[in-house]
């Protein structure tokens, strides 16, 4: 869910509006408004992506980035860290030592060693047995999960748009390094989803199937991770994009993947003006997904008291991943896309 600012003509709130917002914040799940003017919702008016207009592309031939771009992403790499779960062969090397693939080190030869990777070369100059000791290369399950719900559809650029490119850059990450990449959207419920798949095929189907999601319905992110946790029931790599606004179950959401040992990196997106409104007087304030209403007066002195209550919103939600072990990035929609892809994620351990 999201919020959007009305103009009304109706007369002042009475002193206490503040805790009566604050509380609706609360209750609402501190959903957090987008500003319109004459009523007319900000969501999808300019700043959307080019390739976001599907009428008059062949989702067939989107590749979303130019090849300029590709290159630059092809020179990351996403880390996983719980490589037990990994299966076939693939580019990740796995902490336990197996004679296949990558040469790692040498150790001594021990009784029941099988001869055959005795370094023979180094045996004659030096008399001595020395085994070689590769590491097993690791193929990596990628999913993506990219929240559709109606507040998706607010914010310039519209904050889809921008998780999508997101999650198109990662995808296309994983699939150039061999791993296999899956996943699905979700809003109050897990949504048609992207199959697990490699190579070149796999990258078209997964710019079709970014370009197909559009936003309608709530957000109820712990059903949805249920639902998908239970569709995908190996663990691996979940990227998350979304805009959080669901109090009421991202917490156990995120709980219960970490429980099944998926490694989480979570893109929290949200919009500018969710987080420093700049609308003044008489207002509505509208739950885009729920359609509830409250009229209010907004002064700066209720706009400081919105912006602690986001503040410790964001901050709940960091600790909990911090606590957690999961791998959390907060951007705005107003950050450049290529910035936070090529540098800001970065940051996080499973991005190198």
């Known amino acids: 869910m ?8 109706f007369g002042k709130a009475p002193a206490r509006v503040a805790e009566v917002v604050a509380q609706f914040l609360r209750n609402a799940g501190r959903k957090i408004p987008s500003v319109a003017r004459d009523g007319k919702s900000s969501g999808n008016e300019g700043g959307s992506l080019a390739l976001a207009n599907l009428g008059t592309r062949d989702p067939k031939t989107e590749t979303f980035f130019d090849s300029e771009f590709l290159r630059k992403l092809e020179r990351l790499h996403l880390v996983a860290k719980r490589l037990n779960w990994a299966g076939a062969k693939g580019e990740h090397a796995a902490s336990r030592k ?3 693939l990558e040469f790692s080190d ?11 990777y005795v370094d023979w070369n180094i045996y004659r100059r030096l008399d001595r047995l020395l085994l070689k000791v590769f590491t097993s290369e690791e193929e990596l399950n990628i999913y993506l999960l990219v929240d559709t719900s109606r507040s998706m559809a607010e914010g310039t650029p519209m904050k889809l748009d921008y998780a999508r490119k997101v999650a198109a850059a990662l995808g296309y990450i994983g699939l150039k390094n061999l791993d296999r990449v899956g996943g699905a959207s979700f809003s109050m419920r897990l949504h048609t989803p992207l199959t697990l798949g490699r190579g070149r095929k796999q990258i078209l189907n997964m ?9 309608s319905g709530e957000t109820n992110l712990r059903a949805a991770l249920h639902s998908f946790a239970n ?6 790599f979940v990227v998350i994009v979304s805009d959080l606004f669901d109090p009421a179950g991202w917490r156990a959401g ?21 987080t420093r409104p700049e609308l003044r007087g008489d207002v509505a304030l509208v739950d885009v997904e729920g359609g509830r209403e409250r009229k209010l007066f907004l002064d700066a002195a209720l706009v400081r008291r919105y912006q602690i209550e986001i503040e410790a919103y964001f901050k ?6 911090t606590s957690r072990g999961i791998d959390y990035l907060r951007t705005t929609t107003g ?6 892809v090529l540098q800001t994620l970065r940051q996080v351990s499973s991005v190198e």
């Open 335 to 340: 950050v450049p896309f290529e910035e936070f």
């Open 207 to 215: 710019f079709r199937f970014l370009n197909k999601l559009s936003s």
């Open 98 to 100: 197996g004679f296949s």
């Open 316 to 321: 709940e939600i960091e600790t909990l991943c």
């Open 2 to 9: 999201s919020f959007e600012l009305r103009v009304s003509s």
């Open 231 to 236: 569709l995908f029931p190996h663990p691996g």
């Open 106 to 116: 040498y150790r001594r030869y021990q009784q029941g060693d099988d001869l055959r």
């Open 254 to 274: 995120l709980e219960e993947l970490t429980a099944k040992r998926y490694q989480l990196l979570v893109i929290h997106i949200v919009d500018e003006q969710e």
